[in-house]
């Protein structure tokens, strides 16, 4: 186990890595639009509580994917009101909403393509596990317009062995 | 079945704000809010920066009174923001309420403090097990019950720093350690797997910034929101120095033997034998304060001392009581 953690790769960080980063951050200091972080972060919140949580439809993710592009539209129009290098909790929070967004979208769009139910992701359309396509890691990519590519990975297995959940 | 009302009221915050970027001098904001029942004081906080001002500043990570990020003061009340109730607060203080930072003059920005010398005397103190440990144990080391009651509680302390800010010896003496580094030297010097030896309890002893220099106000004790009574904790400190024979004859060991003595002789504090005990022929500085004393009442002539009634059964007492030896 440690091993294989060991050997995983890691990019090495380039100087184009550091200027996104300083771009984004550019952003949310000046850009001057007329939404908040804080009004934008709560229609997420409520939206993937409703739409994206244990229980899940084809349906309520696709409302839910949905509110997650209106609300990356919306965050190009941020502004928020402090401009200091001091202590910028506001534009922590921003920075984090950004991420928030990224994330949600990574959820919502694995779960749209898991026709299936599995733990914590119990889809109402699809309620039982479905071992012969999906027994299998889903692996996301988001590219620079922010679509999102779906790749998988096979499971090792080890030790345990396949059997349905009877409890 | 059983309702419980959540009721709202009106309330106007006086609020500090300062960011030492671009502000020569602090000023005061003031928000009025309705707050209901269930708030604590760091929903205020987050209200305050969510709906109303997105620049003000605080810290906070646990919301669960565990991470010690969120201690402010509140009306002058050191307050651990999210674990106090707003309706409390309301029934300490009324509807006018202050927020402000734990320190003013080591403020930052709003209610975020530069608290460098807090993590400096922490660090100062050894805050960790001193003990030669063996890599590969062959089993656990066992610490009972009785043994780990003797950390008094003092593990618990989660360094939000309110009593530090609170203490007035801090605020005068830089070097003073301070409550929570003495708390946390306690914890250690109390677990019975340290082996420190006289390393970190000699630390307590240097005048300045050790033990001796607390003036006992309790103030330390009041501010703590986990409860650790940092002054006990000082107070075992003492004792320890006295009973390893650390404490060696400085104004302050003098001044605490004296305290003793005085009670083993009188059953009362005779104050002004007690400077004369605690600070030898230096006393004559003293000499304008102590007339000041005398007329006062506050001192009496060594051959009008009064005792005590029952002064055998005091003196009883103080001897069942001595564990140090001085
Ligand atoms: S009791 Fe001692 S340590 Fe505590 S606040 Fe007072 S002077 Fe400071
Ligand atoms: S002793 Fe209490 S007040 Fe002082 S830092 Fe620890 S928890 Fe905070
Ligand atoms: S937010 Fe962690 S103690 Fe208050």
Redesign the interface.
Known sequence: MVSEIDNIELRVATKEDAKNAQAEIDFILNNNGDE???GLRDELQQCMTDNAGAFRTGESLEIAIAKVKELHKRFKNIR???K???????LQEAIEFGHMLDYSAFIVESAIARKESRGAHYREDFESRDDENFLKHTMAYMDDKGDIRLDYMAVKLGKHELKPRTY | MSTHNINTQKVNFKVFRF????DYLPYYEDYTMEVTSEEVVLDILNRI???L???F??RRSCRHGICGACAIKLNGRATLACKENMNDMIKLFGNDITLEPLSIKRA??DM?IDKADFWQKHDAVKPYLISDIDEYPEHEHLVSPKQAEELDDADLCIQCGACHYACPVVEINDEFFGPAAFAKAYRFEADVRDEAGTERLTEMHKEAQGVWDCVKCFECAEACPKDINPIGKITKLHLMLFDKGLATSTVASRHAVGFKNSIAKHGMLDEGTLVLYSEGPSIIKHIPVALQMFRKGKIVLPWNMPKSDNLDEIQKLVKSSSTAKF
């Open positions: 908040t972080v804080t928020i009101k402090d200091s290098k001091l202590f910028n909790t506001e | 960011n030492a970027d671009v920066k969510w709906d001002d997105g620049s500043s605080y930052v920005k975020i």
